[in-house]
Structure formats: structure tokens, C-alpha cells
């Protein structure tokens, strides 16, 4: 069946490094995949996305590639602040004649040490 | 102020009792979601509405319960039939589900 797997699970950098996590998907059918951060306690909250037409999108500090041959895509963080802090789940979403089917990573959990 | 809210943010439940989780949006959201999240886990689908008075088993239904009376309510019924309710419960709303709008979570403890 659909499944998304996350790499890493955990994640440590020092404040003003670079974090990048890594996702892959299994049905080549996807054509949305959105990037959400969950602090502590929290629900999560869709930070960047990116659909099947476009290769790389950017947001301040956040970046999304996606290599639609290899089935995966990527959450670049760049010069990371303590508030980076929290775990971040990828999706993969297949639009189908009934219903949007999003499946969901297992999650990294990010720290950003001062 | 536009959003998705849930409510309790805290519940407790004895042995054998049902509870419902309350969640509401004004967002105007066709479509909306349960899900259930353990910890150090990722996000496992309960149940999904896309219209009112519709909805849908997700991955993990067998002891929860749903109803979709209103366009902006989705609320989920933890029954006694769940063994392991304990966990942290999101809601979410989308227009088509390639956007999810989560609420904020329920965490649901058995005593």
C-alpha cells in the first residue's frame, strides 16, 4: 500500500547550521506534498508545500525540492534557531475520485542546540 | 477569527465509559478528519467526513464513533469498545485534502 518514510527520526544541530530532512514516497500517483511542524503539545501546522509541476519552492529560510523519478523530497532548513525546535512531519497526498488520500511520515524530531 | 478549534484540550476517561471530543471550524471546510497520534509516532487516520451527513473509515475506526450533523462539526465519540484510548487526538479541515488545517489536540488519558 502508500506508504512515507521520514529520515532521520532525530535530528541535532547547532544554532545557525543547516537542517535537512529527507522523505520518500511509494505511489507515483502523489501530486502534493506538504511539510508540517508540530511543537510540543500542539497541533501541526503546514509551514511549506509543494505540488508534482514544480521542483524546488522557498520560503525565507525553508526550502522544499522534490524529484518526482526518485519518489522523493526534502525540507532544507537554513540557519536554524532554537525555535526550529520540534518535530516535523512530511505528507504525500494522492488526489482520487472519492477521496484525497494524505499519508503521513513518522515524523523527525529537530533540536537546535544554542 | 478564522480557525479549527477542539474541546477539552485535557480528558480523562474510566474504564468502560464512552467520551466525545468536540471540534468545530469556521473555516468553511467541506472536508474533515480524525486522527490519532501515539507518542513518537506519526499521525494514523480514525475517520474522515467530506460532506455533511457522509463519512468514512479511516485506517483505525474500530472503537471510535462520528457524526457530521453540521458543516462546521466533527465530533468523535471514544467508545468503551477501544482498548487503548489513551493518546493525543487531532482534528482537521481541509477543501480538498491536500491542505490539512489541524486543530490544536485532545489528549485523552484512561485512568
Known amino acids: 500500500g502508500e506508504n512515507v518514510e521520514q529520515h532521520p527520526s532525530t535530528l541535532s544541530v547547532q544554532e545557525g547550521d543547516s537542517a535537512v530532512i529527507k522523505c520518500t514516497y511509494s505511489?507515483?500517483?502523489?501530486?502534493?506534498f506538504p511539510w508540517y511542524k508540530q511543537e510540543l503539545g500542539k497541533g501541526p501546522q503546514l509551514i511549506i508545500d509543494i505540488r508534482s509541476n514544480v521542483g524546488e519552492k522557498k520560503d525565507q529560510r525553508i526550502a522544499v525540492t522534490l524529484n518526482k523519478t526518485a519518489k522523493h523530497f526534502s525540507l532544507h532548513i537554513t540557519e536554524t534557531q532554537p525555535e526550529d525546535s520540534a518535530v516535523y512531519f512530511c505528507a504525500a497526498s494522492i488526489r482520487g475520485s472519492s477521496y484525497d488520500k494524505v499519508i503521513f511520515g513518522p515524523g523527525t524530531s529537530l533540536s537546535v542546540i544554542p | 477569527d478564522g480557525g479549527i478549534t477542539q474541546s477539552p484540550k485535557y480528558l480523562f476517561r474510566k474504564e468502560g465509559q464512552n467520551v466525545t471530543l468536540s471540534c468545530e471550524q469556521n473555516?468553511?471546510?467541506?472536508?474533515m478528519y480524525w486522527y490519532r497520534q501515539d507518542p513518537g509516532q506519526g499521525l494514523r487516520l480514525i475517520y474522515y467526513?467530506?460532506?455533511?451527513?457522509?463519512?468514512q473509515k479511516g485506517d483505525i475506526a474500530e472503537g471510535y464513533s462520528v457524526s457530521r450533523e453540521k458543516k462546521e462539526s466533527f465530533p468523535l465519540t471514544v467508545t468503551s469498545a477501544q482498548k487503548n484510548p489513551t493518546a493525543f487526538y487531532l482534528c482537521?479541515?481541509?477543501?480538498?485534502?491536500?491542505?490539512?488545517?489541524f486543530g490544536p489536540g485532545t489528549r485523552l488519558t484512561v485512568l
Open positions: 482537521a479541515s481541509s477543501v480538498r485534502a491536500d491542505t490539512q488545517y
Open positions: 467526513s467530506q460532506i455533511v451527513n457522509d463519512f
Open positions: 505511489d507515483s500517483a502523489s501530486n502534493y
Open positions: 473555516l468553511n471546510h467541506d472536508a
